[in-house]
Structure formats: structure tokens, C-alpha cells
């Protein structure tokens, strides 16, 4: 019975606001990430890389 | 500032040393107490005195390896890492010194208080108000130090781990807060505000987060600064780690609610929690596959490298236990895998084979750099692998053939239509080999871990006395923007212009602050969404006339039940299934956890379900019972509780126990908390004189058990009142 509730007090809404939120925070990402510079991306990526390279 | 003159940083190395030193010292004593627990499943006798039986060790293990050990480990790679990712040292010395000792301070007082029985029962947040406080300052302490390190930082570019670093940091500060929110009723007692499936949605939100971010996105992060470094290589894509973390951090706030299917929770929070969880399958595994691809043109450096051969491993088993996961989230398969040791070999391939295999390959390859000499043993290393490795697969083999057949067993009927196990001690007697091969497994890879610990400090006394912490030079920051609000209109329009031109890609990055707020945004759309509409419909909760709160005596047995910690082998909450229906009763109610602060659901079934237990035995039984479970169900694994008919009955503070409960909305009138004492000197009584009428002990009065006893009496009975009683009404039909 308590499901049932649940069910009609139209909570579902909430759960497409989650849904849609989701999905222009992916959209958003992956545009991000194709507008990325290959070259941008490497120098990112090999940042771990350099820290001891420096080294005296 | 435009020309890249270079700047000297010295590392501080010496904090990384001591985390990396408390990792290893916690995960010994935290892996040792695991290896005493499987031992007491297998062979009860191992439950020795008062304060070392299962369900109050139980807590000590889970928070050791998690906050302990993964913890330590954690701060060590966040130390280590963050100050070269950011080319700076850690913002402030003293911050770090009393992060690092605040934390050892919490992890003592846990190990102190949990053994003792303090504690909200909660998983995972087990610890009681004073600590929880300690542990909110304490991470505010490190969250200060490490986001003013990352305002010094002399490296634009925010790396990926950092991003990690950042959402593991508030999110675990938010989990943790509201979680814990409880009113104190003494010193070390206090009880949640939220009550049956509202605490119960709220701790399965914390829970499962806390898996996600403290358990997988710091390891993620580790992952990719030590991973990289180990193999000499960067990163296979880096690209695909940005949609890895931003779908991660996004996908697991909301998968919490699959731990409670079937469970009094509506229906759209756990298929929620269903379909984010298959979702999160994704990221996850474009996580290992980064992981694992990194290794390109590398594998053969695994044959005589421990360090590689632990990541590789780890990020395996990251990759199983994500897959299984989300297939354990759907609901046919929980409905099989829920409450048995299925559960418990999925966390142990993630926290064995994952955590574990992860942080030892971190430090392996740490301890050369920050003692700068060789390892002690390679050999001794590699050895630790490989016996880590046979312990993980006899462990979680064990324990997913445990799982299933008591799956299987517990809803078999036979050809009559009845249960074909109805008594449930007969499934826990075929799962006793098992429960041995675990211990084996777990010795195992115990060890395991001690070879490691050995080599550490053998490692460590080889070490050139003097340790000077590493210095390096570093191009100046050239990138910060130089924005200044000065009396002159067109100079600050001049650097703001100059501040954006630097590239619209990297504006995120060059803002620590805006970043910071969109991962905190990102989860709390989640959260909001999970458990906002859960609280505000809390008036449609439908109350069950018939449901009272407890009296005065069954609250004090209720708090020993917590103490003793048995929701950590019995649940409270029978699903509508047909045959826990026909095993326990009928299904549990939401309306039956109002007055339930904390709930107590559980969420392992070592033990049958109590949440109908009621009037089952007669109170002689549970007497005779609670002193030798074997005295009345001789294969039973449970441990004995002697104490609790010596231990003298505390009813000192029941007057405040029922004042605080009803504070957070429990209908007791003033009279009922004024005559607490009274009433339940005179339940006792009661209780008491019925063990002796049944042929029982005399002298219980003022004991223990008898509080226990009126509780377990009293579970799940007052919706059968209703059948009696024509004032009773399940509402909301």
C-alpha cells in the first residue's frame, strides 16, 4: 500500500529531473572533451610524467 | 611575470612517510580481526568474553580496512601526488601534522568504543557523536590544507586525479554530515533523526557512497598519477578519463537504493537505483580499460615487477566488481543475492583485490622514493602478490558458493508446496565448510600483508639516516591571472581581458573554485532528488494505528541489541516474498519503522530474520538461548551472551532515552518518560517472574536479558494486535 502511494503522489517527475540532469552533464562533458586539442590532451597526460624530470 | 624563471619546491615527503607507515600498521591490525571474524562464523567458540564476539568486532573490521587502512592510504597518495601534480608543497605543515595525528586519534578511539559496544549501528558509521565531530574537523582540516595547496599550485592544469581528489573530498564531508546527524542521549549514546525507511534510505545513500568515494574515486585518482609513474607511460586516454570521472561522480550518488529492494521502499527509488547502477557499468569500465591499456607495450615489465603486477590485478578485480555490481542492483538477481554471503565475497573482490592490491602497488613503489634506497625483497614482494591472490580467489569462491546455495536453500519448496528448509539453522550448517575455506583464504592474504609489513621496515632501517625531503625546480607560474581591482578602470578590464583570453579549454581547469562547485552540484542533484521527496511525503507514511512505541524496558533491550550489535547477523525486514512470508510472517510494513531511530533493518542473514520473532518462544527459550545459543539449536553458529544475565540492568538514563526519543517525534506523554524507571522495574519484574514459572533461573529481575527479552518479544507484534482490536487500520489502502 505504501508502494502504491509512492506511486501516485506523481514523485516519478523527479526521477526524469535526474534523468535529464544527467544527460546535459554528459552532453556538456563530451563536448568538452571533443573540443580537447590532441595536443592538449597529451601535455595533460603526461603531467605525472614531469614532476621528477625537474629534479636538481 | 612573463618570462619562465625557475623556483625551487621541497617536497614535504616526511607526512607521506608516516601515512604510508599507519596504512600498513592499520591494514595488519584491521586484516587481523577480519581473519578472527571468519574464524568465529566458521567456529563460534572463537567469540571470546564480553567484548570481542562477532557483532561487536564486526564494526571494528569494516571501519578499520575502510577508514584505516584505505584511508591512510588514501592521504598518502593525496600527500604524495598532489604536491608534484601541483608543482607546490602542502599548503601548511601543521595542517597536515594534525590531519594526520586527528586521524590516528579517531581510528584509536573506534577501536576503543566499538569493542565496548558504543556505537549508532548504523554501517559504516558506526562510531558515536563525539567521534563523528572529531572526524567532521579533522576533514575539514585536510579539505583547507588541500584546497589551499591547490590555490598555490605552480601547474595550470588541474590533472585528472586531482579532479578525484576534489569530489572525494566534498562529497565525503557531505555523506558524513548528514548521515550522522542523531541527537545525543549521553556522551557516548545517541540516536539517529531519521527513523525506519527514511533512516534506512539515508544510511544506504551514505553507504553506498562511501563505497563510491571513498573506496573508488581516491583509488581511481591514485590510479592514475601511480599507474602512469609505475609503468613510465601516461595515461592511455586522457580524454576518456574526463568522461570517466564527470559520468562517475554524476551515476553513483543515485545507485544508492539498491540495497533496499524489496524492502519498504517505494518503487521508483530502488528502479532508480537499479538503472543508475547498470549505468554506472560504463564508466566503470572505461576506468579499468584505462587502466589496463596504459600498460601498452609494458606487459612485459609485469614478469619481475611487483608494483605493476598489483596494479594490474587491482584494476582487474575493479573491473569485476563493477560488473557484478550493477547485476547484483538488478532486482531478480538481489532477490537472490540480498542478505547472503554473496554480498560479502562482492565487497571483498573489490576491497581484497581492489583496494588492497591497489594501495600495497602504491606502496611498493613508494617506499624506494621515500626512503630512497631499493626495496628490501623483491622477491618477498612478489611473494606477497601471489599468496594476496590464491587468498582472494579461495575467499570469494568460498563465499559466492556460500551465498548461492543459502539463496537457493532458503527459497526451496518441495513437491508439497512447503518449505523445503524450513528451519533455517539447517542452511547455516551447510555453509560451515565454507566458512573454513574463508579462513584459509583470509590467512592467506593476512600473510600476505605481513610479508609486506616486514619488508617496509626492513626496508625503512636500511634507509640513509638523514631523510632531506625532495627539492625541485619548477618553471614560475606565468599562467596565474593577474587580476586586480586597482583605482584604474582599464588596467583591471586589461587583466581580466588577458585572464579569459588563455584559452576558454582550460577555464575550467584554471578554476579550482567553479570546478569544486559543479562536482558538488553534481551530486547534490542526486541526493536531492533521492531523498527529498522520501522526507517530504513523510506524513504519507501510512501509520499503523496499532503501532506504539516501545515501552521503557523494550527501548533499554532495544539498545542492547544495538550494543551487541546483532543487526550485524539478523535482519529486520522480511521482503514480500512467498517464502519468507511463509519462513518469518508477514512482509515488514513501512508504517512499522516509525519509531524506529535508528532502523535496524540489517543486511547480512547469518541469523534468521527477527522482525517477527515476537511471541514465537517462550521467554525461557531466549534465556537459554542467549547464554548458549548451541543449548537449544545445537549446529547454531551464533555467538553465547552469558554476560547478559550477570551484567546488572542500567536503567540510570531510560528517563532521558525516552525524553530525547521523544523530541524526535515518538508520542511518549510526559507521565510515560517521568515513571520510565518505574515502568520498567516493573516490566522486568514481570519478565522475571515468568522465567522462574517456566522452570527458569531465579535472579533476572535486574539483569540484562530481561530487557533483551521484553524487546524481542515485542518485534513485529503490533500489527497482529489489529487482529484483535477493530481500532486498527493499515491505512493508506
Request: overall charge negative.
Given at each position: 500500500m505504501f508502494r502504491e502511494l509512492m506511486q501516485t503522489?506523481?514523485?516519478?517527475?523527479?526521477?526524469?529531473?535526474?534523468?535529464?540532469?544527467?544527460?546535459?552533464?554528459?552532453?556538456?562533458?563530451?563536448?568538452?572533451?571533443?573540443?580537447?586539442?590532441?595536443?592538449?590532451?597529451?601535455?595533460?597526460?603526461?603531467?605525472?610524467l614531469e614532476d621528477e624530470e625537474v629534479t636538481r | 611575470m612573463t618570462t619562465t624563471s625557475m623556483q625551487t619546491v621541497r617536497y614535504d615527503d616526511r607526512i607521506v612517510r608516516w601515512f604510508v607507515c599507519a596504512t600498513v600498521l592499520w591494514g595488519i591490525v584491521g586484516m587481523l580481526v577480519g581473519v578472527i571474524l571468519a574464524l568465529q562464523m566458521a567456529w563460534p567458540a572463537a567469540n571470546i568474553g564480553e567484548y570481542l564476539t562477532f557483532g561487536r568486532l564486526r564494526p571494528l573490521h569494516t571501519n578499520a580496512v575502510i577508514f584505516a587502512f584505505a584511508g591512510n592510504a588514501i592521504f598518502a597518495a593525496v600527500y604524495y601526488s598532489t604536491q608534484r601534480l601541483l608543482k607546490t608543497r602542502m599548503a601548511h605543515g601543521a595542517l597536515s601534522w594534525t590531519h594526520f595525528w586527528g586521524w590516528q586519534a579517531i581510528i584509536v578511539s573506534a577501536a576503543i568504543t566499538l569493542p565496548l559496544g558504543l556505537?549508532?549501528?548504523?554501517?559504516?558509521?558506526?562510531?558515536?557523536?563525539?567521534?563523528?565531530?572529531?572526524i567532521a574537523v579533522v576533514w575539514v582540516v585536510f579539505a583547507v590544507n588541500f584546497f589551499w595547496t591547490l590555490k598555490k599550485r605552480r601547474e595550470k592544469h588541474i590533472y585528472v586525479a586531482i579532479w578525484f581528489y576534489i569530489a572525494t573530498i566534498v562529497t565525503v564531508a557531505i555523506l558524513h554530515i548528514v548521515n550522522s546527524l542523531a541527537i545525543p542521549a549521553g556522551l557516548f549514546k545517541s540516536y539517529s533523526v531519521f527513523a525506519g525507511s527514511h533512516d534506512a534510505l539515508i544510511q544506504w545513500w551514505y553507504g553506498h557512497n562511501a563505497v563510491a568515494f571513498f573506496l573508488t574515486t581516491p583509488f581511481l585518482g591514485l590510479m592514475y598519477y601511480f599507474l602512469p609513474k609505475a609503468a613510465n607511460r601516461p595515461v592511455f586516454s586522457y580524454?576518456?578519463?574526463?568522461?570517466?570521472?564527470?559520468?562517475?561522480?554524476?551515476?553513483?550518488?543515485?545507485?544508492?537504493?539498491?540495497?533496499?529492494?524489496?524492502?519498504?521502499?517505494?518503487?521508483?527509488?530502488?528502479?532508480?537505483?537499479?538503472?543508475?547502477?547498470?549505468?554506472?557499468?560504463?564508466?566503470?569500465?572505461?576506468?579499468?580499460?584505462?587502466?589496463?591499456?596504459?600498460?601498452?607495450?609494458?606487459?612485459?615489465?609485469?614478469?619481475?615487477?611487483?608494483?605493476?603486477?598489483?596494479?594490474?590485478?587491482?584494476?582487474?578485480?575493479?573491473?569485476?566488481?563493477?560488473?557484478?555490481?550493477?547485476?547484483?542492483?538488478?532486482?531478480?538477481?538481489?532477490?537472490?543475492?540480498?542478505?547472503?554471503?554473496?554480498?560479502?565475497?562482492?565487497?571483498?573482490?573489490?576491497?581484497?583485490?581492489?583496494?588492497?592490491?591497489?594501495?600495497?602497488?602504491?606502496?611498493?613503489w613508494l617506499l624506494p622514493k621515500l626512503w630512497k634506497t631499493e626495496i628490501w625483497s623483491k622477491g618477498m614482494a612478489n611473494l606477497h602478490f601471489w599468496i594476496g591472490t590464491i587468498g582472494i580467489l579461495l575467499y570469494i569462491v568460498a563465499m559466492y558458493s556460500a551465498g548461492v546455495t543459502q539463496g537457493l536453500m532458503w527459497r526451496a519448496f518441495d513437491e508439497t508446496g512447503r518449505l523445503a528448509y524450513p528451519d533455517f539453522v539447517e542452511t547455516v550448517v551447510q555453509l560451515v565448510p565454507m566458512y573454513w575455506v574463508r579462513v584459509l583464504g583470509g590467512c592467506l592474504y593476512f600473510i600476505g600483508v605481513l610479508l609486506g609489513g616486514v619488508n617496509m621496515v626492513m626496508t625503512v632501517l636500511k634507509s640513509p639516516g638523514r631523510l632531506e625531503d625532495t627539492e625541485v625546480q619548477v618553471p614560475a607560474p606565468d599562467w596565474k591571472p593577474d587580476v586586480r581591482i586597482s583605482s584604474n578602470i582599464d588596467d583591471t578590464l586589461n587583466s581580466l581581458e588577458a585572464a579569459t583570453k588563455s584559452g576558454r579549454h582550460r577555464l575550467l581547469?584554471?578554476?579550482?573554485?567553479?570546478?569544486?562547485?559543479?562536482?558538488?552540484?553534481?551530486?547534490?542533484?542526486?541526493?536531492?532528488?533521492?531523498?527529498?521527496?522520501?522526507?517530504?511525503?513523510?506524513?504519507?507514511?501510512?501509520?499503523?494505528?496499532?503501532?506504539t512505541p516501545y515501552t521503557a524496558l523494550e527501548l533499554e533491550g532495544r539498545d542492547l541489541y544495538i550494543r551487541e550489535g546483532c543487526v550485524g547477523c539478523h535482519s529486520q525486514m522480511i521482503r514480500p516474498f512467498r517464502d519468507e512470508i511463509e519462513r518469518y510472517g508477514e512482509y515488514s510494513k513501512p508504517g512499522e519503522g516509525v519509531y524506529e531511530h535508528p532502523f535496524l533493518w540489517g543486511s547480512k542473514r547469518t541469523g534468521p530474520d527477527l522482525a517477527r520473532l515476537g511471541t514465537k518462544y517462550p521467554h525461557l527459550w531466549h534465556v537459554r538461548h542467549m547464554e548458549d545459543p548451541r543449548s537449544t539449536t545445537p549446529p547454531s553458529l551464533m555467538p553465547a551472551y552469558p554476560h547478559?544475565?550477570?551484567?546488572?540492568?542500567?536503567?540510570?538514563?531510560?528517563?532521558t532515552k525516552l525524553d530525547r526519543m521523544a523530541m524526535l517525534g515518538v508520542p511518549y506523554s510526559i507521565e510515560e518518560i517521568n515513571d520510565a524507571e518505574a515502568t520498567a522495574r516493573a516490566q522486568a519484574n514481570e519478565i522475571a517472574d515468568e522465567v522462574v514459572a517456566q522452570g527458569g533461573p531465579d535472579g533476572l529481575a535486574d539483569k540484562e536479558i530481561v530487557a533483551l527479552v521484553a524487546y524481542l518479544q515485542r518485534l513485529g507484534t503490533d500489527i497482529k494486535k489489529r487482529e484483535g482490536g477493530a481500532s486498527a487500520d493499515l491505512g493508506g489502502q
Open positions: 503522489a506523481g514523485l516519478q517527475m523527479w526521477a526524469e529531473i535526474g534523468l535529464v540532469a544527467f544527460c546535459v552533464a554528459f552532453g556538456a562533458v563530451v563536448a568538452y572533451v571533443l573540443h580537447m586539442t590532441p595536443k592538449e590532451a597529451s601535455d595533460a597526460a603526461r603531467i605525472p | 556505537t549508532q549501528s548504523k554501517e559504516y558509521a558506526e562510531l558515536e557523536w563525539p567521534i563523528d565531530i572529531a580524454k576518456l578519463s574526463i568522461v570517466h570521472f564527470w559520468s562517475l561522480v554524476f551515476l553513483y550518488i543515485w545507485a544508492g537504493p539498491h540495497h533496499l529492494h524489496y524492502t519498504a521502499l517505494p518503487e521508483w527509488a530502488t528502479t532508480l537505483g537499479m538503472v543508475f547502477s547498470v549505468m554506472l557499468w560504463m564508466p566503470s569500465w572505461g576506468g579499468m580499460i584505462n587502466g589496463l591499456f596504459t600498460l601498452r607495450g609494458a606487459w612485459h615489465k609485469l614478469r619481475d615487477d611487483a608494483v605493476l603486477k598489483f596494479f594490474v590485478v587491482g584494476i582487474t578485480f575493479y573491473g569485476m566488481s563493477t560488473f557484478e555490481g550493477p547485476m547484483m542492483s538488478i532486482k531478480s538477481v538481489n532477490a537472490l543475492s540480498h542478505y547472503t554471503d554473496w554480498t560479502i565475497a562482492h565487497v571483498h573482490s573489490g576491497a581484497l583485490g581492489w583496494n588492497g592490491f591497489i594501495a600495497f602497488g602504491m606502496i611498493y581547469e584554471g578554476w579550482p573554485l567553479v570546478f569544486t562547485v559543479l562536482t558538488v552540484a553534481g551530486i547534490s542533484i542526486g541526493s536531492v532528488v533521492e531523498i527529498v521527496p522520501m522526507l517530504l511525503v513523510r506524513s504519507n507514511v501510512p501509520t499503523i494505528r496499532s503501532v547478559l544475565l550477570s551484567n546488572t540492568l542500567d536503567l540510570g538514563s531510560t528517563q
